[in-house]
């Protein structure tokens, strides 16, 4: 019997190797669950192990290699941004040095405008003191001239760390010096009562009879008295009365302040650069573009 | 030498079975990499080389698994066995052919891993089949076919001609 199965067996190698190996595999199959355990143990440690660690190993460099390509691309993206950004930051400072929060009213000065907000304007017809919310903290002093687009707005007359009050053209007891920008005549402007003391109007005083004042006329501040530099726009002239020794000049201010919101206090002055710098001259031409060209003389 | 390829590809498939098997799961169904290398082995250098290295690799598969040590070894020697068998009476150099030997070599792999499972719920063996075994043989035969496409461009004629 056993003679003839190893006979079989060898005739037959294909068939014993498979029934071998089957044999193998019951037989593991039913050893006891410690011994399995100790035997897949050290198939796993030699065979199992050594794949494992390559495989993870190349896993996790490819997963890094992902993630560091995922963090080349965001920090692509934020380079750029900030490139964007830096361009914005670089075109707002070149616009404020050029039209914006500089000023000049004159060749030889030019103001700082802070801009600031109106939050407060106690009064009645007449406006005494306007609120802003910006202080000394902030660069505000005493004296300071206060703008809007439109012209004069009055001067700073107290200060506190975070607010200022101001003065208006239109308190009662405001005087300002003034001149007719096209005739330079000068006089100073001041408020008007009627006969139970209400405001009515403005008016330019101390005008020489039979200046040369027309209807229409710019009102512009003087400069003198140093306070408000001149050039300011104050108002247009909308009464001429003749009087034997002077005029009397009806003005309404430029400004309406009953709609302001938003003010520029000229917190200081700086000595103007001669000409326009280059930088300027470069930027005008990027905004309206370049201007003749200067005809070449002999 | 061929024995040396052999055990390469067979580490190879052990790899790919734990590693890239999952990640192209399709409804379930995944590709058996071991069960190829075993097919293409028989074909390669016959039946009994491939029934040993089915064993081989059964049993490093079956170290994942204690439990169960042994079963995998069977399931694959027999896949190797039984292909090497059948080739000597099969049409080599078609793909529809090696197709459908690596669908039926899959399949008994997990008729003969499931039936020793499930050996005291022969209940869930014919669903469980059907479930996983017959999508994830589909799965296996397709790479048989990328198998013989790449052979027959690579001009090895063993897989891809008729000896």
């Given at each position: ?11 037959n ?40 660690r ?22 692509a ?33 030019r103001?700082?405008?802070?801009p ?39 001067k ?16 009662a ?32 005083d ?61 917190t ?31 | ?30 590709p ?34 204690p ?8 399931a ?5 066995y ?27 792999h ?54």
């Open positions: 019997m056993l003679s003839q199965l190893l006979r079989l067996f060898r005739e190698r294909e068939l014993s190797t498979f029934v071998v190996c089957a044999a193998a595999s019951f037989i593991l199959l039913g050893l006891p669950p410690a011994v399995k355990e100790g035997t897949s143990a050290v198939l796993a440690t030699v065979f199992l192990d050594p794949f494992k390559m495989t993870t190993g190349a896993l996790e460099l490819a997963g890094i290699r992902e993630e560091n390509a995922a963090l080349r691309k965001i920090a993206e934020l380079a750029a941004e900030r490139a964007g950004l830096m361009e914005y930051r670089y075109e707002n400072e070149r616009l404020r040095e050029l039209i914006g929060f500089f000023v000049s009213f004159s060749e030889d000065e103001f700082e405008m802070l600031a907000r109106v939050i407060g304007m106690p009064g009645g017809r007449i406006i005494e003191r306007i609120e802003l919310d910006k202080g000394s903290r902030d660069g505000v002093g005493s004296g300071m001239p206060v703008i809007v687009p439109e012209g004069l707005i009055g700073v007359v107290g200060v506190s760390a975070g607010r200022s009050k101001i003065e208006p053209l239109a308190s007891s405001s005087a300002v010096s003034v001149v007719i920008e096209r005739s330079r005549v000068r006089g100073v402007i001041r408020p008007r009562y009627g006969p139970v003391s209400d405001f009515v109007s403005w008016g330019v101390y005008v020489p009879a039979r200046s040369d004042i027309r209807l229409g006329d710019l009102v512009i501040t003087s400069g003198l008295g140093g306070v408000y530099p001149p050039g300011i726009a104050v108002g247009t002239v909308i009464s001429v009365d003749e009087n034997p020794l002077t005029m009397s000049v009806g003005v309404r201010l430029a400004v309406d302040y009953a709609t302001i919101e938003r003010v520029f206090v000229l200081g002055t700086r000595e103007a650069t001669p000409g326009r710098s280059d930088l300027e001259a470069r930027l005008l031409d990027e905004l309206v573009g370049p201007g003749p060209m200067p005809e070449e003389t002999d | 030498m061929r024995i040396g390829v052999l055990a390469a590809l067979a580490a190879i498939a052990v790899i790919a079975d734990a590693t890239l098997a999952p990640e192209i799961e399709v409804l379930g169904a995944r058996d990499f071991i069960v190829l290398v075993v097919v293409y082995a028989s074909l390669l250098v016959g039946t009994r080389p491939a029934t040993i290295v089915g064993f081989l690799a059964g049993l490093v598969v079956d170290s994942e698994l439990e169960y040590l042994g079963l995998h070894a069977l694959l020697s027999a896949v190797g039984v292909t090497g068998g059948v080739w000597d009476h099969l049409v080599r150099g078609n793909v529809f052919v090696q197709c459908t030997l690596v669908f039926g070599a899959s399949l008994l997990d008729v003969v891993y499931y039936l020793v499972y499930y050996r005291n719920h022969l209940d869930m063996l014919g669903p469980f089949l059907l479930r996983y075994g017959v999508p994830g043989a589909l799965y296996t035969a397709v790479f048989g076919a990328v198998v013989f496409v790449l052979a027959r461009l690579a001009g090895w004629r063993a897989i891809a001609h008729d000896a």
